[in-house]
Structure formats: structure tokens, C-alpha cells
């Protein structure tokens, strides 16, 4: 890495900018605006947030592009992408050598890189850190003077990001400096003044009021300017999690960062959250968007200044409690707790202890089976509703389920289609787990008994139960994946698992498992333990890096789109079936695979989304 200080003789200039080693070392963790970047698996085309680590001087092997934003919403440098494919190199290099005058002449000192395609990237560090609207302005402001600047990674406070020099790229080859590294490193040990922004801002005014007056002629999204909009898990309303998100609110509504901030804050204190946890929201960055409305305050008045705005929420609906209707953020959760009754149509058992124990050998059936699915996607996929379907037999306490697709795929992250192929091929099986007991009827899905083979019978009852719970796929693994899903459930239920042990306990290849072991450790969900076995860190909230990757988010529109597709069913079958007797079957002309759904009474997607996360 390059020394803070150079020593006695050594000149800036030695540094060879050709090194991409030395110009990573050097100039990421400068520039970065948290110490996290996000890795490339795909040759560049994608930058997904499970891929993310920690930053380190290590050159990555993978493209590589560091957090524009940090924690605090606010970020350090102003990172500014050229993309050759918009209009071609020559007017890259065009716009480019325009910026170049025009920072010159408000007094800014740069850094530049080009890519081996022709793209350009020039940095404007700061000295003193700017919020992400301030930074938004600017950048998207640049973006009316130079047709060729790419806006997006100022405009996503989660998931801005871009690649710095020394970063391999995807055709081959690094960043390269444009400059010596000397040079460089001195503008980024010595960023840019505050007067110097302000020089920026000022002569960028015009363009950042045309900005601005953009957004109020076009609302955020339908769904952040929709008071009704389904909520997620919490009582927050999906607009105000948005805002806490990403920072982005419809200007139509709010007029600036202050009112934004507390409309957040209102929101917050009606759903009972508490001042501690919204403070904890926003240190550990889960709300970095409510964060970002405090930017323009010192580190050490943030939470005074948040305290503040929470006490006034506060009084607020103090003062209009008795004149708030049901139609405001705190209504009741549509993931409420589900009904305890078993659905109609599924065989009562009293002796609920005997059931366990039969789903305990079931599952130590579903453990012997398991290797014949291998790691391949599909039998990832049907290892994964097998496992909704365990967790929804030891919820209701018996071996029969009946669930409609939709509800397993809320419970497994998948599509209700694709659901509904699985369950076909693994009643399909020679001595299948599961057995179709009744098709569905009406707004009955079909009825599906868990089964111990007779083949694995004897050997699973005679095996020691497992402990701990089966699980669906929590939402956090909807971003981590499921070979994730599995290696974090095998270290759950037997902490201190070796990599060795692990592929033999979740039967998945070796590469699978030390890539999830990486992705988990990535984001503080396992440790090393020693040398060479793996724990759980138990302080580490899956409901929050839940929140924190959107996940929430995705869930909750599924589960929206599911509900107007049952009301749909439901008034097709009440305009087409007269009586219960004439309830149609999936054989008989309606549109069942369009329309299928569960009971009215009980969905494992309420199951899933309440009680697993």
C-alpha cells in the first residue's frame, strides 16, 4: 500500500499507475464511503448485495466496485461514470475534457481513471462529507451538461456503488489511472474544501432547480404516493419503510429533507416501534435513507437532533389521538398471527404428541432423501418445499397439510407455478415423501400428507431426532440464496461444524458451501470458530439484514399480488357455482392453474412471513 508518508527522497511519481495492486491499496478505502464493496460473479454485469465485503487492500480477483454512500446516508467523494455505450468513446472523451475545464474553474482538484472499453471515471473527494440529496443534485445536474454521464450510482443510496482504479473489469484489464498514482493518492490525502462544493452547488444552481422542479412534476411511484399501498412486516407503512430505505420521497408531498424525516419519525412512533431501535436502525445502517436527512448536522448532534424530532412525532399524536381514524400507519398488520383451527377437510388428531414424533421421523426421512437431489437448482428448490410443507405440519400439529401453491411460494421464494411443478414431481417420486390425499376445490387447495417411506421407515425411526425447527426459506435467504438457507439452518441446528462436515450434513458440493460460508460471514451471520469449524453470531438479526437488503419489500408485493388474484377466483367461482356441490374440480373448464388458492381461514404465507424471520 502506498505509505501515508513518503519518505525522504521518494517522489509521489514513483508509484506506477499501471499497478493495479498499489492503485487499489491506495485509493479505494479512500474514496469508498463505507469500508464495504460488491463483487461481480457474472464478468461484471451485475453488482448483487449478497456479494458484498468488507473492503480491504487486498486487490479483488472479481470486479469490484466500492459503497458510494456510507452508513450515515452521506458520502465521501463524488464519483462521476462516463459509459462509452451511450454515444460512443468520442463523446465520452468530449464530455470529459468539458468537465475538466469546468472543474478547473471552480477550483476542484480530481482524480481520473478509464476503463479498457473506452468508459471514463473521474472522483472529486471532499473533505467535508455531503448528505445523499446534496450529492443527487449535483450529480444528476451534471447529467444535463454531459449527455454521456451515467446518473445511477448517485440515484440508489443502497445499492450506488462503482468500480475505482486498480478493479479488474470485465473485459479484461483494470482501471487505469489517468494520472500517476503520486498524484492521486495526494488529491485523495487532500480532498477538496468545503468552499469548493459550495463553488460547485452554486454555479451548478440552475441546473439543480430544473432538477428539482422535475421531480415535482413526476411523483416518486405510484406505490410511495399511494396512502393505501400494503404494508410489510412491522405496522410502517410501505412509503415511509421506502423513505427509510433509500432516501427518496415524492416532492410533491414533502417539500424537503426536514418533513420527509419526520414523516418517517411519525410513522415509526404510531407502529410502536421504540426511540431506541429507530436510533439502532439508523447507527447500524438498516435505515440509511432517515439517516441521510441528518447528514447536514455533525456526527455528534445527529441523535440529539433525531431525539428531537422523535418527541415531537410523539406529541403529535398525543395531541391527535382522539381524532386519528383506522386509516393511518399503525393499522393492523395483514401478517397478524393465523388462525390456530386446522382447516376443514383436514383429519383431526387429538394425541398432537404422537404427530410430532411422526414429523420428526418424516423429517429424519426427508435428511436419508435428501442426497438424491444433489445440489442442482430444481433439487434445491424441492428440498426447500419439503421443508415448507414440514414446517407447516409441526404449526398445525398433523401430518396433513393443505395448502394452495401460492401460499408455498411466499413460503420458499418462489413462483407459485414453479411450486406447483415441484409438488407434482415429488408426489411423482418411487416412494415419495409426500401423497396427494384430495385435489382442491373452490378456494380449498390440495390436501397433501407428509409420508415416511416404507423403504426409509426403519432406519429414520430408529434415528436420533434432530433438534431445533424445520424451516421455510426466511426472507433474508430470498438474497443470500439457498445454499445459503441450508449451510446457516446445518449450523443452527449443530454448531461447530467443519467446511468438511457441512457438505457431508447439507449435501451440497464443497464449492457451494465455502461460497455461502463466505456470503455469511460476509454480513456477520457465522464466524470462524477456531481454526477450522463454523458458529452462528447469534446477535446478528435475520429480520433486520432482512430489512436492510428489501427483502421485506419483495415479500410484501408478492403477497399483495396473491391477494387480488384469490379476490378474483373468488368472483369467478361466485358468478360460475351455485352450491357447494357443484364446486368444480382442476379437471373441469375454469382457469385453475390462473386462479388456484387457499383457504380462506389459514395460508402458510401468514406462517411463514409471522413466525420463521
Not at 465485503?53 to 486487490?59: F, G, K, V
Not at 426536514?258 to 439502532?280: C, M, N, P
Amino acid at each position: 500500500m502506498l505509505p501515508a508518508v513518503v519518505p525522504a527522497g521518494v517522489s509521489r511519481d514513483d508509484f506506477p499507475a499501471s499497478d493495479a495492486a498499489q492503485a487499489w491499496a491506495a485509493l479505494a478505502p479512500l474514496l469508498a464511503g463505507q469500508p464495504r464493496i460488491r463483487l461481480s460473479r457474472d464478468g461484471g454485469k451485475t453488482y448483487p448485495q449478497k456479494y458484498e465485503r468488507a473492503l480491504t487492500e487486498t486487490l479483488p480477483t472479481f470486479p469490484a466496485a466500492v459503497r458510494i454512500f456510507g452508513k450515515d446516508g452521506s458520502c465521501s467523494a463524488i464519483f462521476l461514470d462516463f459509459d462509452s455505450s451511450i454515444a460512443g468513446i468520442d463523446w465520452v472523451e468530449a464530455d470529459v475534457k468539458s468537465l475538466q475545464s469546468w472543474l478547473h474553474s471552480c477550483g476542484a482538484r480530481w482524480i481520473e481513471d478509464h476503463s479498457p472499453n473506452g468508459g471514463r471515471h473521474v472522483y472529486i473527494p471532499l473533505e467535508k462529507r455531503v448528505s445523499f440529496s446534496e450529492a443527487r443534485d449535483v450529480v444528476e445536474a451534471l447529467g444535463i451538461r454531459y449527455r454521456t454521464l451515467d446518473k445511477s450510482p448517485h440515484q440508489n443510496l443502497l445499492h450506488g456503488c462503482m468500480r475505482t482504479p486498480g478493479s479488474p473489469h470485465k473485459r479484461g484489464g483494470h482501471q487505469e489511472l489517468s494520472m500517476s498514482l503520486g498524484m492521486a493518492y495526494d488529491v485523495a490525502r487532500r480532498p477538496n474544501k468545503g468552499r469548493v462544493w459550495e463553488a460547485i452547488r452554486q454555479d451548478l444552481s440552475d441546473e439543480i432547480a430544473s432538477v428539482r422542479a422535475l421531480r415535482l412534476e413526476l411523483p416518486l411511484s405510484l406505490e410511495s404516493s399511494n396512502p393505501e399501498a400494503p404494508q410489510v412486516i412491522g405496522r410502517m407503512s410501505r412509503p415511509m419503510q421506502q423513505m427509510a430505505l433509500s432516501g427518496l420521497y415524492d416532492a410533491n408531498r414533502y417539500a424537503s429533507d426536514s418533513e420527509a424525516r419526520q414523516a418517517v419519525l411519525t410513522a415509526a412512533a404510531a407502529a410502536g416501534i421504540k426511540l431506541v431501535e429507530v436510533q439502532r436502525r439508523v447507527l447500524q445502517g438498516v435505515w440509511p435513507g432517515l439517516a441521510s436527512f441528518y447528514a447536514r448536522y455533525a456526527p455528534h448532534h445527529r441523535l440529539r437532533s433525531l431525539k428531537r424530532d422523535w418527541n415531537n412525532a410523539v406529541d403529535y399524536l398525543r395531541k391527535n389521538q382522539g381524532t386519528r381514524t383506522g386509516n393511518n400507519n399503525a393499522r393492523k398488520s395483514p401478517t397478524s398471527q393465523p388462525n390456530t383451527q386446522p382447516p376443514l377437510g383436514i383429519p383431526s388428531n387429538p394425541d398432537s404428541s404422537s404427530e410430532h414424533r411422526y414429523l420428526r421421523s418424516w423429517r429424519n426421512a426427508l435428511s436419508l432423501r435428501e442426497p438424491a437431489y444433489a445440489s442442482s437448482r430444481n433439487g434445491l428448490a424441492r428440498r426447500m418445499v419439503l421443508r415448507a410443507l414440514g414446517a407447516a405440519a409441526h404449526m398445525t400439529a398433523s401430518r396433513f397439510v393443505e395448502f394452495g401453491d401460492r401460499s408455498i411460494a411466499v413460503a420458499t421464494g418462489l413462483d407459485h407455478t414453479t411450486v406447483g411443478a415441484h409438488l407434482r414431481a415429488l408426489r411423482a417420486e418411487h416412494d415419495p415423501l409426500v401423497t396427494l390425499v384430495e385435489r382442491g376445490r373452490g378456494t380449498k387447495g390440495d390436501l397433501y400428507m407428509l409420508t415416511v417411506p416404507e423403504g426409509l421407515r426403519a432406519v429414520a425411526e430408529d434415528l436420533t431426532w434432530r433438534k431445533g425447527k424445520i424451516h421455510a426459506l426466511r426472507p433474508v435467504f430470498r438474497e443470500l440464496g439457498l445454499p445459503a438457507a441450508f449451510v446457516y439452518e446445518a449450523l443452527e441446528s449443530t454448531p461447530g461444524l467443519t467446511t468438511a462436515e457441512l457438505v457431508a450434513q447439507t449435501k451440497l458440493s464443497r464449492t457451494a458451501v465455502s461460497e455461502s460460508l463466505e456470503v455469511l460471514a460476509a454480513w456477520n451471520m457465522v464466524s470462524r470458530n477456531g481454526a477450522r469449524s463454523w458458529m452462528i453470531v447469534a446477535t446478528t438479526s435475520l429480520q433486520e439484514l432482512a430489512e436492510c437488503f428489501g427483502v421485506l419489500e419483495a415479500v410484501a408485493a408478492q403477497l399483495q399480488r396473491y391477494r387480488v388474484e384469490r379476490i378474483v377466483w373468488r368472483e369467478w367461482l361466485s358468478k360460475n357455482v351455485n352450491t357447494v356441490a357443484e364446486l368444480l374440480s382442476p379437471t373441469d373448464d375454469y382457469p385453475w392453474e390462473s386462479f388456484e388458492g387457499p383457504p380462506d381461514e389459514w395460508t402458510l404465507a401468514d406462517v411463514a412471513f409471522a413466525r420463521v424471520i
